[in-house]
């Protein structure tokens, strides 16, 4: 032990355990079977809990992660030796950690290479994305055993009750058991269909933290965070494909503006008003990287070109301005390929650039019945803006009002007053 770090030791527990949870979970449940995927829960906490009761007065361990994976280990022996288990490969599995821990060395590294944990990690995000279980199951499962969330916070960040979350955990896990679902790599049709699940997960986790639809935040970084993380792992992995490297662009030009997407006064920024200087510039060149390597093959999925989409905006960083007639196009692309009402909404946006609000307005009139934007504020907010650009003042009132009573966050809720105000507003 040394006490050499100024770090404090409960700052450094709370980070290794963030950047590490998921790791050891992995491993410990390649180890003892996905139907222990609780023990593995279990003893990960064990060993947060133990840090945090020994590092504060013995000093922080020469290497803490190795040293949480120790302790993590050995109590999934003791309670392996302790507790009854119907499986029949629990003495095997009790060999296993047995003979790990007596050929362990002093460092995690040296104990398990990096890449093995990756490798367990990845088979774990493809375990909890499996296709049998609910999308809102697998968002919560792989935030749960990989990212390091606890219930509670997943319960914030979606804004639902705690005890709904734990209950949607258990309900998973059950599934898992039940479906006698492996830690194996799948193959072939299933790889396709796993791969695909696993993307739409890490997709909506992203776009749950950019855009929250209710609450104090506009954005929830650390969900962006985790989900590119996961994408990350993904689009490096030996399963990756060009698909995987388009959504890993995606997000990084989408996380590259978050920075400038509200201001020191908390209130939200249009993409047109921010200040490009704010962009994050590692994110963006990370995003042209992966736009990169999505070339590779004959395929264009919606990802791709969507990601096509935030690179022209990220263009803007060297020409200066929008390219909106190059985003109409691709808007057009995506509505042949992956068409639905929000993109339609989106490509009315790049519409009303191009051609005018008023011919935006007219292809925003077969949205107006679709039930599902029914709930969906931007709908009349766009529709607000549009009018209030053709000088309709009281039309565009009525759409914003509409859209207020929407869910939406906080910090957007005040831009739709401010554009009420402004409607209102007798000059």
């Not at 499986?87 to 095997?92: A, F, H, R, T, V």
Request: charged residues 25%.
């Amino acid at each position: 032990m040394t006490s050499a770090t100024t770090q404090p030791a409960e700052v450094l527990v709370d980070h290794l355990f963030r950047n590490r949870a998921g790791q050891m979970v992995a491993y410990l449940t390649r180890v003892l079977g996905p139907k222990n995927i609780d023990l593995a829960e279990e003893v990960v906490q064990e060993s947060l809990l133990k840090a945090l009761q020994v590092w504060p007065y013995s000093g922080v361990p020469d290497n803490p992660a190795g040293w949480l994976f120790r302790v993590a280990r050995n109590s999934a022996l003791d309670a392996l030796r302790h507790r009854t288990m119907a499986e029949e490969k629990s003495d095997e599995i009790v060999s296993d950690i047995s003979r790990r821990q007596a050929t362990a060395s002093l460092t995690v590294h040296e104990e398990i290479l990096e890449d093995q944990l990756r490798d367990d990690e990845l088979r774990m995000v493809l375990m909890c994305c499996h296709p049998t279980l609910s999308p809102d199951a697998r968002v919560a499962l792989s935030l749960k055993t990989v990212g390091g969330f606890s219930t509670r916070e997943i319960a914030r960040a979606f804004l639902s009750d705690e005890t709904a979350i734990a209950q949607r955990l258990v309900r998973a896990k059950r599934q898992l058991r039940e479906s006698n679902i492996t830690f194996d790599l799948p193959s072939g049709d299933d790889l396709s269909l796993r791969l695909g699940s696993v993307m739409e997960v890490i997709y909506l986790m992203f776009n749950e933290g950019y855009a929250a639809e209710e609450g104090e935040d506009l954005v929830r970084q650390d969900l962006c965070g985790e989900a590119l993380r996961l994408g990350e792992l993904l689009a490096s992995s030996s399963v990756s494909t060009p698909e995987a490297h388009a959504l890993v662009a995606l997000m990084a030009f989408q996380a590259a503006r978050l920075p400038a997407r509200i201001d020191e006064s908390g209130e939200l920024v249009l993409l047109e008003d921010q200040d490009h200087r704010l962009w994050d510039l590692k994110l963006i060149a990370l995003g042209f990287h992966h736009f990169t390597e999505s070339a590779e093959g004959n395929s264009v999925s919606s990802y791709h070109i969507q990601a096509a989409i935030s690179a022209v905006y990220a263009g803007t960083l060297r020409v200066g301005n929008i390219d909106w007639q190059r985003i109409l196009g691709l808007y057009d692309q995506l509505m042949e390929i992956s068409p639905s009402p929000v993109v339609a909404l989106n490509r009315a946006v790049a519409v009303s650039k191009v051609d005018g609000p008023e011919a935006a307005l007219a292809a925003l009139r077969s949205l107006s019945e679709d039930r599902t934007l029914r709930n969906y504020y931007l709908l009349p907010a766009v529709r607000g803006r549009l009018l209030l650009d053709l000088g309709d003042r009281e039309a565009a009132a009525d759409s914003f009002r509409q859209a207020l009573e929407r869910p939406c966050s906080e910090p957007e809720k005040r831009f739709l007053r401010r554009k009420l105000a402004e409607c209102e507003r007798t000059d």
